[in-house]
Structure formats: C-alpha cells, structure tokens
C-alpha cells in the first residue's frame, strides 16, 4: 500500500515522497516514517481482500454527522451506495484520542466497516473503501455530496432517505459500474 508522510500536505505530494508499505506496517519503498494512523489502512486491506484502496478524509460538509450524533443516511441518489444510516464507529482507544494509531483498534474499525463502502469515525472523520484510488476517491465525493444535501434538507424539514431499499441498489449499481466512476472521476480531475 502507498501512503503519505505526515511532514508533506497532501495536495503538495510529488511520487517521490510516497511510501510504499506492507499490511505488517514495514516501510518496502521510500524514506521517512508513515503517518501515524497507517494502521487504520493496513488493518483494513488486512481484513478486505476486494478493497485496494482506503480514504481517511475529514470533508467539512461530512464532519457535522460525525460530531452531532445525527445519522448520516442516503437522503439522494448520490447516498444510495452507502449502508442507511452510514455505520459510526466510537470505541477508540483512549491513550490517543481520537487518532486510530493501533492495529487492534483499527481492526475493531474494519469489523464496524464490514462489507459497506464507508464507516464514519465519530468525532474525527470518515473512511471510504473501494477496489481502485479512483473508486475510493468517487465514492468519498458521493458521500460528501449527500452530507451536504441532508445537512442542508434538515433546515428545510425533515430529510429521509430517498427510495425503498430496492430502488436504492438499483442507483448504487448505475452510481458505482465503471462507466459513471470514470465520469465522475474525470469531473473531479477535470481530466
């Protein structure tokens, strides 16, 4: 797995400084230490043989429904892939906060993940799988994109959830096929 030192900001990344790891936490390519919630990755890949690709990522428009108790459910098409309500996960350790720098922790937070696309880690932020960078990228914007609208709804009345259950796998199978992640991928990298 590739992940980031913690001294380079992650829009300032060149190749070079990537780390190159294994799911045991030894450092295979590169120079330098990983940063310290690595084991919130590995512990994951660990316990996913389908995900080859995990997002830690603390979106503004998310970070309400990890600090307010309200659950974060698939109130538009872009939530349909998400489990309703978004699994929260809030057994840390406490030596560290909130900061997932324990392989035993992080693999309580793969079990709340299960088989789903995303867990929410209360008061810190969410964690978006998918097979691909580019799945796990898209799917993190998906999930952004309906925390935005629910959190907006809210103001209006009340925000439920879009569909029946059935109607919701069907827009999760057109939302997550390769076609509409190319899409919405080259949307983000306006490429």
Known sequence: MVVLPPAVPPGRVERDDLLQMDVEGRIVRGDGRPHDEHPLHRRIYAARDDVGAVVHHHAPAVLPFVTAGEPLRPVSRLGAPFADPVPVFEAFDDEDGH????????????????????????????????????????FSWYMTANAETQYRATHLGNAEAVGDEA???????????AIAVDRVWSYLTGG
């Not at 109607?167 to 096929?177: D, H, I, P, Q, V």
């Open 99 to 138: 900061l997932v720098t324990a392989d035993a922790e992080a693999d309580r937070i793969a079990t709340e993940l299960g088989d789903g696309l995303a867990v929410l880690l209360a008061g810190n932020g969410a964690v978006v799988v998918g097979e691909t960078v580019r799945e796990a990228t898209v």
């Open 167 to 177: 109607s919701r796998a069907a827009t999760a199978e057109t939302l997550t096929n």
